[in-house]
């Protein structure tokens, strides 16, 4: 069936760098919007950042703007989230989800149906 795996987290010092992977199997990413969402303890969900299906539109929540970089790869069925300049701040469980189809306002207003199970990024010295 169709799923998504996130990979690419761990632990790296304040300053740092980590690519996250999302990768969909059974099934063509290119039908869905793909977005990132991290929840850390005692904090909100937080949408992180949210890409439609051609690539051509992209969001990111205020905090991250400027650090990260969200991309796709549809021939590979992969989307990406480059994550620099990295703060403890960040540190939260990573999850990547697709948009709901028909939804109306993909990724300026997204509602998240299929999600993986997650990835740590634990940023810390």
């Known amino acids: 069936q169709f799923q998504l795996a996130e990979s690419g987290g761990g632990l790296v010092q304040p300053g740092g760098s980590l690519r996250l992977s999302c990768a969909a199997s059974g099934g063509r990413l290119d039908y869905y919007a793909i977005g990132w969402v991290r929840q850390a303890p005692g904090k909100e969900r937080e949408g992180v950042s949210c890409?439609?299906?051609?690539?051509?539109?992209?969001t990111y929540a205020d905090s991250v703007k400027g650090r990260f970089t969200i991309s796709r790869d549809n021939a590979k069925n992969t989307v990406y989230l480059q994550m620099n300049s990295l703060k403890p701040e960040d540190t939260a469980v990573y999850y990547c989800?697709?948009?709901?189809?028909?939804?109306?306002?993909?990724?300026?207003?997204?509602?998240?149906?299929?999600w993986g199970q997650g990835t740590q990024v634990t940023v810390s010295s």
């Open positions: 989800a697709t948009v709901l189809l028909n939804s109306g306002n993909g990724c300026y207003d997204p509602v998240y149906a299929l």
């Open positions: 890409i439609m299906t051609s690539g051509s539109v992209t």
